[in-house]
């Protein structure tokens, strides 16, 4: 099993792109192929799928985004296809609050994600995604997330409020909303 690859971008194409590595093309399928710019150096953390009739490769920005991935493909009825499409329109922080929240209605906007699909993903995967998503904000934000946790508050509270506070407003006003998000 690849656990990542770094490489060229050599070409990109609807549902994947063609990263070189040693003078060999690696076809990747990835959430948004467009995200990814013609020539730039990429390092991509990879999922290979093997079956039967194909040997598949899947890659993705971050660990989150590939360990988020391989949560929502275990789940009964959600494809590589599914869970590809879910990644491509969210983000791992947002798609992981609204499982954790119970937000069906967020998880049907995706494409191929109607109700007994969003529903199966929440029952399936709420209270078992663990990720680190305050790597991905900002200073304030990590601030907020040490002072909640000095206060006690679990890291799965604290990931809940975390996706619903304003990155731009200072670190006292994104502290008084989290307490009031938390009190809720």
Do not use: C
């Not at 990747?28 to 991509?44: E, H, R």
């Not at 194909?54 to 493909?73: C, M, N, P, Q, T």
């Not at 789940?75 to 990644?87: D, E, R, T, W």
């Not at 619903?164 to 670190?171: A, F, M, S, V, W």
Request: proline residues 3%.
């Amino acid at each position: 099993m690849y656990n990542y690859i770094k490489g060229v971008i050599s070409e990109i194409r609807a549902d994947y792109i063609t990263i070189e590595n040693y003078d060999i093309g690696y076809k990747i399928y990835t959430p948004n192929p467009f995200a990814y710019t013609l020539g730039a150096s990429v390092t991509l953390y990879l999922y290979q799928k093997v079956t039967d009739d194909e040997i598949a490769l899947y890659g993705f920005h971050s660990v989150d985004e590939r360990d988020l991935f391989l949560k929502l493909i275990s789940v009964n009825g959600i494809g590589p296809k599914s869970a590809k499409a879910i990644l491509a329109a969210g983000n791992v922080a947002a798609i992981t609050s609204a499982i954790e929240s119970g937000n069906a209605k967020f998880l049907q906007k995706f494409p191929g994600i109607g109700p007994k699909a969003s529903q199966q993903i929440i029952l399936d995967l709420q209270g078992k995604i663990e990720f680190d998503h305050t790597s991905a904000f900002t200073a304030s934000i990590q601030e907020v997330d040490e002072a909640l946790h000095a206060l006690g508050y679990s890291q799965k509270e604290i990931q809940k409020v975390l996706s619903k506070l304003d990155q731009e407003k200072p670190t006292n006003e994104l502290l008084k909303d989290a307490l009031r998000w938390m009190l809720k």
